[in-house]
Antibody, heavy 121, light 108 residues
Framework: QVQLQESGPGLVKPSGTLSLTCAVS?????????WSWVRQPPGKGLEWIGEIYHSGSTNYNPSLKSRVTISVDKSKNQFSLKLSSVTAADTAVYYCARARVMGYYYYMDVWGKGTTVTVSS | SSELTQDPAVSVALGQTVRITCQGDSLRSYYASWYQQKPGQAPVLVIYGKNNRPSGIPDRFSGSSSGNTASLTITGAQAEDEADYYC???????????FGGGTKLTVL
């Protein structure tokens, strides 16, 4: 079955750019799914960051849109997140997930284990 | 602020039934999905659509919806059900995802 694995630096300096990759295994990133990023600051709830379709179409959280870029690499079967101008408020566990969007249905049925990113000098 | 509203905390006696609710205008257009998250773990999908359970989710979990409110019901709560529960849907425009603030379930 499909599995997702996040990777990237665990420590990013303030004002720098957070870069994470999600490797998709057991299935094709070109399938009819949206590939998503979700984050969770320490002790807080889940926050939807954005999503990408294999065609390259993207949707972003308006509160992060000016700083977020999500891209897809079909040759490597992976997708990536870049978040610029980070501050301590961006410290969180970052998850990638597969989202199904079909009519009235929307759900994330496969999740990565998550990766902790700390913003600190 | 979240476009989906959940009670921050709910408790239930072992073996009893508990309902966790999620309110939001977008729920008139999209079904909510529900996720269970235990400390230090990734969220797990427990209910999606009208009332669908992924493989491996016990049948004591069920979902329902009415107007702008979606509900997750656990019938005969077990100790292992103690966790945070999040609802999720699209926003009213359909262009982005949104989560509720989460409900901490305590099984007494």
């Amino acid at each position: 079955q499909v599995q997702l694995q996040e990777s990237g630096p665990g420590l990013v300096k303030p004002s720098g750019t957070l870069s994470l990759t999600c490797a998709v295994s057991g299935g094709s990133i070109s399938s009819s799914n949206w590939w998503s990023w979700v984050r969770q600051p320490p002790g807080k709830g889940l926050e939807w960051i954005g999503e990408i379709y294999h065609s390259g179409s993207t949707n972003y959280n308006p509160s992060l849109k000016s700083r977020v870029t999500i891209s897809v690499d079909k040759s490597k079967n992976q997708f990536s997140l870049k978040l610029s101008s980070v501050t301590a408020a961006d410290t969180a566990v970052y998850y990638c997930a597969r989202a199904r969007v079909m009519g009235y249905y929307y759900y994330m049925d496969v999740w990565g284990k998550g990766t902790t990113v700390t913003v600190s000098s | 602020s979240s476009e989906l509203t959940q009670d921050p905390a709910v408790s239930v006696a072992l073996g009893q039934t508990v309902r966790i609710t999620c309110q939001g205008d977008s729920l008139r257009s999209y079904y909510a999905s529900w996720y269970q998250q235990k400390p230090g773990q990734a969220p797990v999908l427990v209910i999606y659509g009208k009332n669908n359970r992924p493989s491996g989710i016990p049948d004591r979990f069920s979902g329902s919806s009415s107007g702008n409110t979606a509900s997750l019901t656990i019938t005969g709560a077990q100790a292992e059900d103690e966790a945070d529960y999040y609802c999720n849907s699209r926003d009213s425009s359909g262009n982005r995802g949104v989560f509720g603030g989460g409900t901490k379930l305590t099984v007494l």
